[in-house]
């Protein structure tokens, strides 16, 4: 942020604050100027007005976006420029905060005096309370259903009828056919899944293939077995998975301002939320 940067965040903070009691800004920036009783022209970095419905107050801001505190020369300029402009009250605004001969000066000409600054990384907790802005809290609620195809059974119809089914690897099994092409077993199982998908949930389906003159071959043991065909035993499952998610919508802090006559300190977000402090 620079200088220009300060002066509109100023301008800003002021607008949103000064929405519910009426205050509002008549004129801001470098070339915005008021002409005083003597006949100079001051320029005034934000100026406001506030009506009681009878008269018209006005306020000149004055913004410092120093490395160094505001003594009372930069007082004693403002002080001068609202007596000359007969503009009802003086506000600096520093980020840096004020000397002490600033703040006793300051007092005795009624000029108000803000510090305004940004929250650095690691600032400790007691000069920092809180580091996020609750925005809104988003709710939902997702309506999910899983249908998954599960396969219970795989039972080979072998030549050899004294040959029982034992515990295989799929992945590691092919099926030579009688014309010599080969298929993997997945593919069976593939083929499958996709024909439990149009069942009726929870359904126990069986289906047989027939594959005559068909060999078992285990890729791993190289061992060959003659099978007439195989059967696939499944269902479909089908399992509710509502869910319901919070979420806090938050904001992180980014400036404090705090007026050192009055008991008033706000702390403003990034999205440029303003929060009033608790005393």
């Not at 007691?126 to 802005?133: A, D, L, R």
């Not at 980014?254 to 008991?263: A, G, P, V, Y």
């Amino acid at each position: 942020m620079d200088w220009k940067d300060y002066e509109n965040i100023t301008k800003y903070i002021y607008e949103e604050l000064g929405r519910k009691t009426g205050v509002k800004i008549i004129g801001y920036g470098n070339t915005f100027k008021v002409r005083g009783k003597s006949g100079v022209s001051h320029q005034i970095d934000v100026l406001t007005n506030h009506s009681d419905g009878i008269h018209n107050y006005q306020t000149a801001i004055e913004c410092k976006y120093w490395e160094k505190k505001i003594n009372k020369d930069v007082v004693m300029k403002v002080a001068s420029i609202v007596e000359d402009t007969n503009i009802h009250k003086g506000v600096i605004v520093s980020k840096r905060g004020y000397t002490a001969d600033g703040i006793s000066f300051a007092k005795e000409k009624n000029i108000g005096l803000i510090e305004l600054r940004e929250i650095k990384a690691g600032e400790p907790k007691e000069n920092n309370k809180e580091t996020i802005f609750p925005i809104a809290e988003l709710i939902l609620n997702f309506k999910i259903k899983r249908n998954r195809p599960k396969i219970l059974n795989i039972e080979f119809d072998f030549v050899d009828i004294n040959r029982k089914s034992e515990k295989i690897e799929p992945n590691q099994m092919i099926i030579r056919l009688q014309d010599g092409n080969e298929i993997t077993l997945n593919e069976y199982m593939i083929s499958f899944k996709e024909e439990l998908h149009k069942q009726e949930p929870s359904k126990r389906i069986k289906k047989y293939y027939e594959l005559e003159n068909a060999n078992l071959i285990n890729t791993m043991s190289k061992e060959i077995a003659q099978i007439r065909g195989l059967t696939l035993i499944g269902f479909l499952e089908v399992k509710n998975m509502d869910n319901t998610r919070h979420f806090n919508i938050v904001d992180e802090v980014w400036l404090t301002m705090k007026s050192l006559f009055e008991n008033n300190s706000y702390t403003i977000s990034k999205l440029g939320m303003i929060k009033k402090d608790k005393n």
